[in-house]
């Protein structure tokens, strides 16, 4: 079974400028999440989908930050603009159903902002 | 305000030895519990979890320890091996919440040869 699929795995971009993040969950996998990692802290969820509705977005930063699961399969993270404390890794990861079991982690994208 | 702690940045045990990692949260609607593994430049693994009805879980050489009236939680590992060392997160879901998690900071655990 493949696991969750998320590009880039690496992005450089300069405070102000935009960047788009992918994320492809576990075939199957009703229910996706968007955490941020801030360098020494534990991840923090960003926005939960339950297949193409938003479940939580309540610690989205709604002012830069976007996301959409038009399909209920891919989803895309979107941030403009960039500020310095976007600096993170971002961890899309996903779980079979709403309740119940654990949730699978994809490798993250790590964003630098300059 | 951080709702679930791990207050040791870092553990180094022998080989062979137990690895006891420490959690503590403040939340007394957290009813479930879990603690991740997280190698360098790859996302968090699940390793095991305990419901707030139980007061311990085991698989295999790792077993989680729930304390509700003190709102501890411990990671042991008997015995450590240095595939072990990694990042351990400890996460706590709310009742309701529909599975979200909040983390703690993470322990780095150091299993030497």
């Known amino acids: 079974e493949a696991g969750v699929a998320q590009s880039p795995r690496y992005k450089i971009i300069e405070k102000r400028q935009s960047v788009a993040f992918w994320c492809n969950p576990i075939?199957?996998?009703?229910?996706l999440y968007w955490y941020q990692q801030i360098l020494g802290q534990g991840p923090k969820l960003l926005i939960q989908?339950?297949?193409?509705?938003?479940?939580?977005d309540s610690q989205l930063p709604k002012d830069r930050f976007s996301a959409e699961r038009l399909k209920g399969v891919d989803s895309t993270l979107k941030i403009q603009p960039a500020k310095l404390e976007d600096s993170a890794v971002y961890l899309c990861?996903?779980?079979?159903?709403?309740?119940?079991?654990?949730?699978?982690f994809g490798p993250g994208t790590r964003l630098t902002v300059t | 305000d951080q709702q679930v702690k791990q207050n040791s940045p870092s553990l180094s045990v022998q080989e062979g030895r137990i690895s006891i990692l420490n959690c503590d949260y403040t939340?007394?609607?957290?009813?479930?519990f879990l603690w991740y593994k997280k190698y360098p430049a790859e996302g968090p693994t699940f390793l095991i979890s305990?419901?707030?009805?139980?007061d311990k879980n085991e698989d295999g050489r790792f077993t989680v320890f729930l304390n509700k009236s003190a709102k501890h939680l411990s990671l042991h590992i008997v015995p450590s091996q240095p595939g072990d060392s990694a990042v351990y997160f400890c996460?706590?879901?709310?009742?309701?919440?529909?599975?979200?998690?909040?983390f703690g900071k993470g322990t780095k655990l150091s299993v030497k040869p």
């Open positions: 939340n007394s609607m957290f009813d479930y």
């Open positions: 990861a996903s779980r079979l159903t709403a309740v119940g079991g654990e949730q699978y």
């Open positions: 989908f339950q297949n193409n509705g938003v479940v939580d």
């Open positions: 305990i419901s707030s009805i139980k």
């Open positions: 075939s199957g996998h009703a229910t």
């Open positions: 996460a706590a879901s709310p009742r309701g919440s529909q599975g979200n998690l909040i």
